[in-house]
């Protein structure tokens, strides 16, 4: 049990302000590597087009080297992992993420 919830069986009514409770974020993000398949290599865009389909956001993509650098909501690995253009994905980071109200990914409001 996370020592800030031990607090709340105390007779506390709230969680204390630096307990951190994942329920209220608004997504998973993995930043990730995708390695293109050969099939891929000289057709880029229709890769980096069809990656984007699915939600990836793109930060880098190295034609040399059939590389593709960006970020994706976690929900949506399994299918970015099944493209045709995919040969191999290495997932460098995951974060929750909450995004303030206004901005366009806020999906809670808070």
């Excluded at 050969?38 to 590389?67: C, F, H, P, Q, Y």
């Excluded at 299918?79 to 990914?105: H, M, Q, T, W």
Aim: charge should be negative; proline fraction near 6%.
């Amino acid at each position: 049990m996370p020592v800030a919830w031990a607090v709340l069986l105390r007779g506390q009514t709230e969680p204390p302000a630096d307990a951190y409770n994942r329920g209220l974020m608004d997504c998973n993000i993995t930043e990730l590597i995708v390695i293109l398949d050969k099939a891929w290599e000289n057709n880029l865009s229709g890769a980096t087009e069809m990656l984007k389909g699915v939600g990836m956001r793109i930060t880098n993509a190295d034609d040399d080297n059939s590389v593709v650098e960006g970020e994706i909501d976690s929900e949506h690995l399994h299918a970015l992992e099944r493209l045709p253009c995919v040969d191999y994905i290495r997932k460098v980071f995951s974060y929750d993420a909450n995004f303030p109200p206004g901005d366009p990914r806020d999906r809670d409001g808070i």
